[in-house]
């Protein structure tokens, strides 16, 4: 069984910038296309990104507006969500997610805040960004 752990999270000015790191404690990512989610307090949540297994295909939701970037690094099983740019309304938990796609997997998609697509999920990390 998957399980995911991300890493990162903290407290952020304003216009500051922060890397979110996605790991597996048990399994490993290769197979998996990796989404970021987030969600604020009272809010619903919110698809970030997405990067396909061969990390060829990366999508963004609405809230990243050019300022966030996926990345995975497939040596050091990792995946990153480069944000930069932050605003106040960045505040959130941030989730990463898992979907099986097997070895070669070349896009991802799901990013709807309703989809059903991602089968294993992190406990998240917070996200704090001051005026």
């Known amino acids: 069984q998957l399980q995911l752990v991300e890493s990162g999270g903290g407290p952020v000015q304003s216009g500051g910038s922060l890397r979110l790191s996605c790991s597996a404690s048990?399994?490993?990512?290769?197979?998996?296309?990796i989404a970021w989610f987030r969600q604020a307090p009272g809010k619903g949540r919110e698809g970030v990104s997405c990067v396909s297994v061969s990390g060829e295909d990366a999508k963004y939701g609405t809230v990243a507006e050019g300022r966030f970037t996926t990345s995975r690094d497939s040596a050091h099983k990792m995946v990153y969500l480069e944000m930069n740019n932050l605003k106040p309304e960045d505040t959130a938990i941030y989730y990463c997610?898992?979907?099986?796609w097997g070895p070669g997997g070349s896009v991802c998609y799901g990013l709807e805040s309703d989809s059903q697509e991602w089968d294993h999920w992190g406990r998240g990390t917070q996200v704090t960004v001051s005026s």
């Open positions: 048990r399994g490993n990512l290769d197979d998996y296309a």
């Open positions: 997610a898992a979907d099986y």
